[in-house]
Each structure stands twice: as structure tokens, then as C-alpha cells.
């Protein structure tokens, strides 16, 4: 590659932050670019001196050529335009945006939408439909304007496709039907039912429809349907007739998503089993299995000490990683499901860990293998952690229990019972008296260790209770839930102190002791700051803003797109580089970061930096 060529790479691929904030060409995009880059090669002197341990990145660019940016919410779906010029991206954000495939830019915003799980071009590229909740609409891609709505659906529309004319456009919904539609008329043409016969079906037996196409010369729509918990179901229709021609199963496992090839011949399914699944559609056989090499972090913690950090796998490993030069050290196997929850003993010793293999393993982290395996839980264990002093571990299932182990035997000390759906989060009081556990029951219990008696039971939250924390002196609780709220809890009477909207999802809480300041509640979306016995209610700006903060602190932006000092905007994460799961280190000056790509990011910075 000659250095003009590296240089395109280099700008396509952080087009979107060389322009928002021009300062970050010789930040984030030189710190992230490939090892091998000419450009990062030229400039490696102009690489940030206060980030002390750097991204570990790849050799060489990637494939990605360009990552759009624009979008406030999941991107549920992404389609070409016939020529190849322009995108289009339905969002959760209710919004479908159109984009110039060579300058990357937004080219439409198209709104007055709710989520959008479908979206695609038309044959001549002149019109984009996309569907929503019960609705199917079509825009004009000159224009940007709508030009129809088709309504009928009673469910999300997760599928839409035009004709090979494009007079006609195909919907598949969870309201298990195909239906089509004329586009001028905006008439339903023809309705077809994924069910069989007329008996009564059990939610979980419904054939939500997830993929349709019609096949090359009209006639035909072939359909992919899922149930919920089991297998994927291939159903062809023809339109002439209006009956099912052919219908099989897809016996690819616990199935995720599916693709028809727009010939119809084939269907692409992914699944439980890590590997693309492709069926022959006249002979409903498998004919290729392409395996899937890519992990998903389940968390990610640092030592005590900040020197190591742990990671859990999707692929049952536990990976052990130096903070000062950001490389693995250690794999620890024996898990035989996903790794759910890691967390460090109070001296860095040993590791505890909980599974979908329904355990919790302790290892030692000097000899690398494990010391204790705890059974017990009937169902996956979502959280563990140590006691202050490290002798016992508590941890949160999908079983609904809590449980207390001896660390030394891997005895059961205690079994609390009392949630009524999974446990998330679990925590012990700072004098190891009481453990909080977090469920999807909405609630947060307080129980005493020692007789494994509830204690507490705190209502208030309206949707699941992601994490759970005690303050420094064990008087109150904050809880991070799905409502987007943090609510902090006198330990005591029960009594709901304050509430706090955050605006997203705070998964991760840690109180700080700011001495005579009062308490600070650092979460993964914003900080509060708390007083004595309540809190004022107010957040820290977590943005690009001076903060009065009394202490240097590192950290993660609310929408996990900066990291932050002093709740400056410092470090841009190119979206690779952005958290599932995440933690800070005690001092505040490293930050582990376990990606969506299974990657694991440890940046450790100065404290003593320039900017303010």
C-alpha cells in the first residue's frame, strides 16, 4: 500500500470525527490506525504522550472501508441502492437515513417513523420502503419525502421487499403474516398465515416472519419465519394460486436471524451453534456450514490494584490481561458455557467467575488454574463477587437465588430466596454484614449474610435492575435499572432517598468519598453527586464540558463514545472500540473496555496531563 493509498484509508475511516473535532486526527484516529500505517508511521510523534498504554490494534487496515455515523439508537437493518451509490439505514432511533456511499455524508433523515426493523430500495433506486410497527412506508429517495403508507400489520413489520417491477411490495410481520401490497393503490393484494391449520398456539409456538423476497420473475415469495424459542421455518408462496407451494424446517439450534439469497435458492441461518447455516430451498437440505470465529465480552473487571484486568468469553475462557502493556497473560479454562460475570478477590489473588454452565469457579491467578468449583444454581450465574475480606462470594442467577459461598471448602453457606426472575447484580455492605442483589423482578433485596434473612425489599423501579451498589459507610444503595433511572436507598427504613433520570442505562455504579464534599455515584451513564442522607439530584455533565470535579479521574462517556477526564471529551472510541461491558480502575487512571467484537481494550493514562 503507497502512502496515498494509506492516506485515503486513514481519512475515509475517520472522516466523521476529523470533522466534528478536528484535534482527534492526531489522537483517536492516529491511535487507532493499523500498527503497519504509513500515516501513523510519519506521525508517531504526535501520538498523545499521556496515553501510556495504547490500543492494541491491528497490523494492517482492516476490510471496513467507512463507518457512517448519524444514528441515536441500534441499526436494525442496511440495504445498497441498485447502482451501488447510496445506503439506506432503518434505526431504533424512528428514523430511515440515506447516505452517499463515496463521501460517506447523510444525504436524508427520513422521520415521522417509529422503530424501523426493514429497509430497502426500490428496483430503479427511486423509492425506499421501510417498516415499522404495524406500518410500511415508502419515500421518495429524490425528495426525501413520503410518498405512501401501507397499514394493516398488527405487529412489527421485520421485512420488506419490492417486486422485480416494483409495482409490489412484500411485508413479513410478527403478526405471523406475508401480505402485498400495491404501491400506487397502497391496497392489500394477497395475506398469507405462517400457521398451520386453525388450532390455538402457545406464544411461544408463534411464526414470526423475519425475511421475504420475491423471486426473480414475480411469481413467487419465499418467507423465513421463526418461533421464538426453537427453530426457523422456510415457507414459499405462490401468488397466482395464493397457496403454499413448499414448507420446511430449519433445524439450525437456538435460531438468531436468516437470509434468502434474492434468487430464492438459498437460505443463510445463524444460530446458537457459532456457524452459518446454508439450505438448498427446493431440497430443504443443508449443503454448507461456515463456522463463526468471534467472541462476545460477558464482563470485564479490574484488579484491586489496577495490574490485571479479567475478561469472560462467550467461548467459555477467562482471559487475564497486564494493564501496563495492555497484552493477555493468561487464559483460564474449564468452563463449559458462556462467561457471564469475573470478578477479583480483595488481594488479587484469585478470580471468581459465573457461567451459563450453571457454576462459579474460583482460580488463582499466580498458577492459572482453577481452585474451586461451586455447584449449586440451577440456571446461569449472572453475577459473583468477593466479601470485603475475601473469604466468602455471593453470587445472582437466573435460578431467581442469591447464594453464599465458603471461598475456602466451596461450601454453600447460604441460599436466598425471594426474587421472583433473574438476579443481575449482587453486591456486599463495605463490612460484608449484608449482600443487595439487583433482579429483572424490577426490585432490589437487602439480606443479612450471616442468618440469609431478607432484610429489605426496595420498590420503585419500573423495568429490570441492572446493578446495585453500597455507599462507603453502607447507609444507602443505588440501583441502575432500564428505566434510565438511578435510585439511591436509605439501608435502613427502605425509603426511597432520590431518583435520577439518566437518560440511558447506568450498568455500572461505584460510590466515591469525596471527605467533607459528600459522596460522588459514578456510573456508566453520568455522575450524581450525593450528600449526606440524600442526594441533590443533579448530574455532572458527562460531555465535553469543564467539570468541578475535586480529583483526576479517567472515564467512559454516557453513550460509550468518549473517554472522558474530568468529564472532558478527550479520547474518541471509533465504534469498534466501544463498550458492552466496561470498567475503571480504583486510582482512575486505566480503563478496560470489552468490545462487541470480542476485542479487549486496556488504556492506562497519565494523571498529570496539560489540558484542563
Not at 413489520?157 to 400495491?182: K, N
Not at 447507609?475 to 438511578?486: C, F, K, M, R, Y
Amino acid at each position: 500500500m503507497n502512502l496515498v493509498e494509506d492516506a485515503y484509508r486513514f481519512i475515509l475511516l475517520n472522516r466523521w470525527i476529523i470533522e466534528q473535532a478536528p484535534l482527534q486526527t492526531y489522537v483517536s484516529a492516529l491511535l487507532f490506525a493499523p500498527a503497519n500505517s504509513i500515516i501513523r508511521q510519519l506521525f508517531v510523534k504526535e501520538e498523545p504522550s499521556w496515553v501510556l498504554t495504547k490500543p492494541v490494534v491491528e497490523q494492517n487496515w482492516s476490510r471496513c472501508l467507512q463507518i457512517f455515523e448519524g444514528h441515536s439508537d441500534s441499526v436494525r437493518s442496511v440495504a445498497f441502492s441498485p447502482d451501488g451509490s447510496r445506503i439506506a439505514s432503518g434505526s431504533d432511533d424512528e428514523t430511515v437515513r440515506i447516505w452517499d456511499t463515496k463521501s460517506g455524508t447523510e444525504i436524508w433523515k427520513l422521520e415521522d417513523h417509529g422503530e424501523v426493523y426493514s429497509a430497502i430500495f426500490s428496483p430503479d433506486g427511486n423509492w425506499v420502503a421501510s417498516g415499522s410497527y404495524g406500518t410500511i412506508r415508502i419515500w421518495d429517495t429524490k425528495s426525501g419525502k413520503e410518498v405512501q403508507k401501507l397499514e394493516g400489520h398488527s405487529r412489527r413489520v421485520q421485512s420488506v421487499a419490492f417486486s422485480p417491477d416494483g409495482s409490489r411490495i412484500a411485508s413479513g410481520s410478527d403478526d405471523e403474516t406475508v401480505r402485498i401490497w400495491d404501491i400506487n393503490s397502497g391496497k392489500e393484494l394477497q395475506r398469507w398465515s405462517t400457521k398451520l391449520g386453525n388450532e390455538p398456539q402457545k406464544e411461544d409456538d408463534n411464526l414470526s416472519v423475519r425475511s421475504v423476497i420475491f423471486l426473480p420473475d414475480g411469481s413467487q415469495v419465499a418467507s423465513i419465519a421463526s418461533r421464538l424459542y426453537g427453530n426457523a421455518v422456510y415457507i414459499l408462496w405462490s401468488i397466482m394460486t395464493g397457496k403454499e407451494v413448499r414448507r420446511f424446517n430449519i433445524p439450525a439450534g437456538f435460531f438468531q436471524s436468516a437470509l434468502l439469497s434474492p434468487d430464492g435458492g438459498r437460505v443463510a441461518a445463524t444460530s446458537d451453534s457459532r456457524a452459518i447455516h446454508i439450505y438448498n430451498t427446493k431440497s430443504g437440505k443443508e449443503v454448507q456450514r461456515l463456522s463463526i470465529r468471534t467472541n462476545r465480552i460477558g464482563s470485564v473487571a479490574f484488579s484491586l490494584d489496577g495490574s490485571q484486568v479479567a475478561s469472560g468469553l462467550d467461548d467459555n475462557i477467562i482471559c487475564v490481561w497486564d494493564t501496563k502493556s495492555g497484552k493477555e497473560v493468561r487464559k483460564l479454562e474449564g468452563h463449559s458455557d458462556q462467561v457471564r460475570s469475573v470478578a477479583y478477590s480483595p488481594n488479587g489473588s484469585q478470580i471468581a467467575s459465573g457461567s451459563d454452565d450453571y457454576t462459579v469457579r474460583i482460580w488463582d491467578t499466580t498458577l492459572g488454574r482453577g481452585v474451586q468449583k461451586l455447584e449449586g444454581h440451577s440456571r446461569s450465574v449472572r453475577s459473583v463477587v468477593f466479601s470485603p475480606n475475601g473469604s466468602q462470594i455471593a453470587s445472582g442467577s437466573n435460578d431467581y437465588t442469591v447464594r453464599i459461598w465458603d471461598t475456602k471448602s466451596g461450601r454453600e453457606v447460604q441460599k436466598l430466596e425471594g426474587h421472583s426472575d433473574w438476579v443481575q447484580s449482587v453486591v456486599f455492605s463495605p463490612n460484608g454484614s449484608q449482600i443487595a442483589s439487583g433482579s429483572f423482578d424490577n426490585t432490589v433485596r437487602i439480606w443479612d449474610t450471616k442468618s440469609g434473612r431478607e432484610v429489605q425489599k426496595l420498590e420503585g423501579h419500573s423495568d429490570w435492575v441492572r446493578s446495585v451498589a453500597f455507599s462507603p459507610n453502607g447507609s444507602q444503595i443505588a440501583s441502575g435499572s432500564n428505566d434510565h433511572t438511578v435510585r439511591i436507598w436509605d439501608t435502613k427504613s427502605g425509603q426511597e432517598v432520590a431518583a435520577v433520570n439518566m437518560g440511558s442505562t447506568p450498568t455500572r455504579l461505584r460510590f466515591e468519598d469525596l471527605g467533607d464534599s459528600g459522596l460522588r455515584l459514578r456510573t456508566s451513564a453520568g455522575d450524581i453527586e450525593v450528600e449526606d442522607g440524600g442526594s441533590s439530584g443533579q448530574l455532572t455533565s458527562n460531555l465535553q464540558t469543564p467539570s468541578s470535579r475535586t480529583g483526576p479521574k479517567w472515564d467512559i462517556s454516557g453513550d460509550s463514545s468518549w473517554v472522558m477526564w474530568r468529564d472532558r471529551g478527550s479520547l474518541w472510541l471509533p465504534p469498534d472500540f466501544r463498550p458492552i461491558s466496561s470498567d475503571v480502575s480504583r486510582d482512575g487512571s486505566a480503563i478496560t473496555i470489552g468490545c462487541t467484537t470480542g476485542r479487549v481494550v486496556v488504556l492506562r493514562m497519565s494523571m498529570d496531563v496539560l489540558f484542563v
